[in-house]
């Protein structure tokens, strides 16, 4: 089956600078890679996805990439404010639809 | 957007018994399900994906016999956990999968219900 690492497992930040998070996946034929935002005792939020045929994309301060080749894929937030801290995870699908998750960052901006 | 439901929001039952969660696709219908289990502080893992009219199919190291799915109508999925134990105390998530064809390999988006804390004592 798939298996997703993330890193790093937390990560704080000076509010409005960069945060990237990363993620690899094991499954060449996994072709969907969501990400989200989850705080405490709520659900998933979706902030950004991708799909296989696509090696960027961008929705405001949030951008995420793709390389398919190594297998890789990263979540970049710019510009970070206090409300962006929360639990992030990225996720990739392919056969059956089925989500695989990694393991999650706990992003801390500080004001 | 879509909208998935569950319920109830949490519960705490006592060891050896069962307990009920339901999750609902308020305003589309969902041939398919996902429930996932996630401990505090730790990732969502996928336990098993619930399909419309036919059995549910399980993850590795998932008990079909304790963890028992139905879904019987295109909103509704139903997880009991059987025999519950403090152990199976979790906070517990269902999603449901945007609507669509499956040709083509194309993966869909999912949307994910408000989940249900589980208690046993």
């Known amino acids: 089956g798939e298996n997703v690492e993330q890193h790093p497992s937390t990560l704080s930040v000076q509010e409005g600078d960069s945060a990237v998070i990363k993620c690899t996946y094991s499954?060449?034929?996994?072709?969907?890679f969501p990400w989200y935002k989850q705080e405490l005792g709520k659900r998933p939020q979706l902030i950004i996805d991708?799909?296989?045929?696509?090696g960027e994309k961008k929705d405001q301060r949030i951008a995420v990439t793709l390389n398919k080749t190594a297998k890789h894929f990263s979540l970049h937030i710019t510009e970070t404010q206090p409300e962006d801290s929360a639990v992030y995870f990225c996720?990739?699908?392919?056969?059956?639809?089925?989500?695989?998750f990694g393991s999650g960052t706990k992003l801390n901006v500080k004001p | 957007g879509a909208v998935v439901s569950q319920h109830p929001s949490w519960v705490i039952c006592k060891s050896g018994t069962s307990v009920k969660i339901e999750c609902r696709s308020l305003?589309?219908?969902?041939?398919?399900m996902f429930w996932y289990r996630q401990f505090p502080k730790q990732s969502l893992m996928l336990m098993a994906t619930?399909?419309?009219?036919?059995?549910?199919?399980?993850e590795q190291g998932v008990e079909k016999d304790k963890f028992l799915i139905n879904h019987a109508s295109l909103t509704l999925s139903t997880l009991t956990v059987t025999s519950a134990h403090p152990e199976d105390s979790s906070f517990y998530i269902c999603?449901?999968?945007?609507?669509?064809?499956?040709?083509?390999?194309?993966?869909?988006?999912?949307?994910f219900g408000p989940g249900t804390r589980l208690t046993v004592t």
């Open positions: 996720a990739a699908s392919g056969y059956f639809n089925k989500f695989y």
């Open positions: 305003d589309f219908q969902a041939t398919t």
């Open positions: 499954d060449s034929a996994s072709n969907y």
């Open positions: 619930s399909n419309e009219g036919s059995k549910a199919t399980y």
């Open positions: 999603s449901a999968r945007e609507p669509g064809g499956t040709s083509g390999g194309k993966v869909y988006e999912q949307y």
């Open positions: 991708i799909r296989s045929n696509v």
